[in-house]
């Protein structure tokens, strides 16, 4: 608590000028695209990093496997990132910011209620078939998020970038959270309700479009093309 108390009292020393002195709209970003950014990356990032820690354990118990064949099975949910986030990121710059993120979110939310449905009597090339399937969605989501970071306000892009990562390790410990007191199969259906939920908050998301106006180091004005 005394810490809380200490980082907020930081927080505002370093920020109390904006709250007597109006910022130019050239340096103003909406922090609505960041917030939503955020829950995004809660939901792809944090269910990522929860389902690889339980993954092999659960098709070792599920299928009745050696822990060493059911990791390496499980180690083909995390394999798909080296396609799925920059496809991911690609899409999005490709075919529009928002729509990417929708669909998805989408695809997240029905793919972890697919895994949510895994019984011992599924055969196991199908429940591996459809984690990786999931997995897609999730990876190419992180891609996609990560295609507007820098979007929202470049000089602020480290800043911005750090708070997303940061609330996908907190979706991660909720995740498990949930996870020690529930079934698998809850487990995955929890992460495709909270994904449906954000998949609302992405509704506020704003397309970046136009140009971006930046302040260089000179002093002049440069206009970057977001579209």
């Not at 108390?5 to 695209?33: C, G, L, M, R």
């Not at 990560?146 to 911005?160: C, D, E």
């Amino acid at each position: 608590v005394v810490w809380f108390v200490y980082e907020v009292y930081s927080a505002y020393q370093v920020n109390k000028e904006i709250f007597k002195t109006p910022v130019d709209p050239i340096h103003q970003y909406s922090f609505k695209q960041v917030a939503v950014l955020n829950v995004l990356y809660f939901a792809t990032f944090g269910s990522e990093l929860a389902v690889v820690s339980m993954l092999p354990l659960f098709f070792s118990e599920t299928f009745d496997l050696n822990i060493v064949y059911a990791g390496l099975l499980a180690s083909s949910y995390a394999f798909m990132n080296l396609m799925s986030r920059p496809l991911g990121g690609w899409i999005s710059d490709k075919y529009g910011r928002k729509k990417t993120l929708m669909i998805l979110t989408t695809g997240l939310s029905l793919g972890y209620a697919t895994m949510a449905s895994i019984s011992g009597d599924w055969p196991l090339v199908l429940a591996v078939a459809a984690a990786m399937s999931c997995s897609f969605f999730v990876q190419a989501g992180e891609g996609a998020v990560f295609a507007i970071v820098p979007l929202v306000k470049r000089r602020m892009t480290g800043q911005i970038a750090g708070m997303a990562g940061a609330y996908g390790n907190v979706g991660a410990v909720t995740y498990l959270t949930v996870l020690s007191f529930v079934d698998y199969s809850t487990f995955f259906m929890v992460i495709a309700a909270s994904a449906g939920v954000i998949f609302f908050a992405t509704m506020f998301l704003t397309e970046p479009k136009g140009h971006m106006a930046e302040v260089n180091a000179d002093g002049t004005v440069e206009l970057i093309d977001v579209n």
